[in-house]
């Protein structure tokens, strides 16, 4: 099977059956961002547990390029400390601009390496990580 073609099922499979999405019980950081040139939206909600993602999820509209993406995403930083999911952040930005990235940090979000040909697909892929790089500025860390 063709790497290609086994991305495509991993992006499919997420925006199909997304992970980590409605509503978190309780308190929770939240953002909502709108990608206004196709119009895709997302609405994160994060708890913190010591500085640990205890708890992600998402709602949202759009393509399944930006839907699939913010339900990776859940999956990839979930249990993470936030320092490292922002620095998850930091190398999927660079993997979809087609700059040199850290492989072993990304694992399976490698699925949306080939957005990087697609320029106009780069804000759909990156809404999500976009509303988590809020949530990290919110809460006083920078990258």
């Not at 072993?104 to 790089?133: Q, Y």
């Amino acid at each position: 099977m063709q790497l290609d073609e086994l991305y495509r099922q991993v992006i499919m499979d997420h925006y199909q059956h997304p992970r980590n999405q409605g509503d978190i019980q309780g308190d929770a950081m939240k953002v909502d961002l709108k990608n206004p040139t196709c119009g895709d939206e997302i609405h994160l909600q994060m708890a913190l547990e010591d500085n640990v993602v205890s708890d992600v999820r998402f709602k949202g509209a759009g393509c399944s390029i930006s839907m699939s993406s913010a339900s990776m995403m859940t999956e990839a930083i979930k249990g993470k400390p936030l320092d490292e999911a922002l620095l998850i952040m930091t190398e999927f930005k660079k993997m979809i601009r087609g700059e040199a990235y850290d492989e072993d940090m990304l694992g399976d979000l490698e699925a949306l390496s080939g957005i990087s040909k697609f320029p106009a697909r780069v804000k759909c892929a990156t809404l999500a990580w976009n509303a988590l790089e809020r949530i990290g500025e919110n809460h006083g860390h920078t990258h």
